[in-house]
């Protein structure tokens, strides 16, 4: 079978008939939507509640600074390069049985970690994480989709981008109180008796689902090429603030990364069963909704990234108090996204896809105009602004992705839904950190003159721009009173100019990404799932 008549045919065949009403457990769209819900919200979870641990983990594993972050690049980077091949295992084996394994695996990681005692397994145990986390994540889109008919999917997908972004928003809050009160090791500990749960009703709950023409066979160079061209791609930019984004290195893996993509592109129109059929992407709205997930990704989790360090290293606040900060965002996301899935099923999602890029980028505007002492009012007003703006484009992106995939493909589609998400969060921190190293590379130098402080070596001068990237005073031990003040004020008012600039470039992204929206549609295959076959 070729690419063009594996889209073509999901468009072409008569639908089977819907299946009668559900009785019992078993296949129950809600219970379904529950189930999976639960599952997902480890993997998101674990995005940002780990890095809460990260100091308690260095000092008590005695390991190096360099060591701790890949804790997070090691399971960032497992799950991103295998996202979409993981979809791609549950359009082939169905998506019960890979969400099951993944919630399975992900849970047994969770608690190998947490019984570790170095750096090395704790690293280990986390890229099995994400290898794990991949199945999992694409495995709940497909369920959902082939679950829910289409005028009950976006209510669907709101609530499920609900579940994650307050997972993720929220990440931060349970690992300060678990960090805190109880121990580091907690907060993977507790990932085992909630995938137990997720376990438990999966098995009693899901229902596999397989469209007639599922894929038969894998495309082995695809994925070989794709996970190299993957690889380069998020291995550059994890490495390109520690580089430099004029170092080889950095372009080499780059170049490397675009290298694959082309051959997996050329490989994709020769191989009778492909893993991309690249025919997809002749659908505008589903191409719209790929890069609209990555414009988005790239402007909040780029913005975002430095605002946890405002909170905490410019206003002083603890981890605990800097997430509470951060509810008026997440508040807006878990009100917004099952409203959102509500008025795009009404309306269709181009006018609020569109409408809540504009939010974003009035956001990110307003956030660039935060000071140091700015108060908790006006920030609570941007990060509510923020969420609802993004409540609609979580829902209403993933959506025109799923749904215009052929029922066959919705598997790879989650991938790629989850994928740009990642890509994008990628790019965000590493195009707008460059952005801020920039600025307080070009200002440090002159506002630590014009305090009339004692000059600073080269070395010394590098030393802390690199601190005062993240909003840290390098303020050396024994420093009398008077000249740790004036330091302070210089760190902090470079680090505020470097993250206003950075927070009008991720307004800028969001800008042009309404000019994107405007492409979106309704997901032209989403009635598919009403006559998916059931196995």
Known sequence: MTSQTTVEKAQKDPQDAAPAPVKG??????????AVAIGVMMVALDGTIVAIANPAIQ???GARFADVQWITNGYFLAL???LITAGKLGDRFGHRQTFLIGVVGFAAASGAIGLSDSIALVVTFRVLQGLFGALLMPAALGLLRATFPAEKLNMAIGIWGMVIGASTAGGPILGGLLVQHVSWQSVFFINVPVGILAVALGALILKDHRAKNAPKSFDILGIA???????CLVWALIKAPAWGWGDGRT????AVSVVCFALFAFWETKVGEPLIPLKLFRSVPLAAGTALMVLMAIAFMGGLFFVTFYLQNVHGMSPVDSGLHLLPLTGMMIVGSPLAGALITKSGPRIPLAGG????AVAMFGMSTLS???????????????GLGLAPVMVGATEVIVGNAPMELSGVAGGLQQAAMQIGGSLGTAVLGAVMASKVDNDLAGNWIDAKLPPLTPARLDQASEAVQVGVPPVAPGTPPVIAEKIVGVAHDTFMAGMGLACLVAAGVAAVAVFVALLTKRGANADQGAGAAHI
Do not use: N
């Open 80 to 82: 991103a390069v295998t």
């Open 225 to 231: 090429l794709l996970s190299a061209a993957m690889f």
């Open 251 to 254: 372009w080499g893996f780059i």
């Open 59 to 61: 000092k008590d594993l």
């Open 357 to 360: 890029m504009v939010l974003t």
């Open 25 to 34: 457990l078993r296949g129950h769209s809600w219970l379904t939507l529950f």
């Open 372 to 386: 140091t002492d700015t108060g908790s009012l006006p920030m609570s007003v941007w990060f509510a602004l923020l």
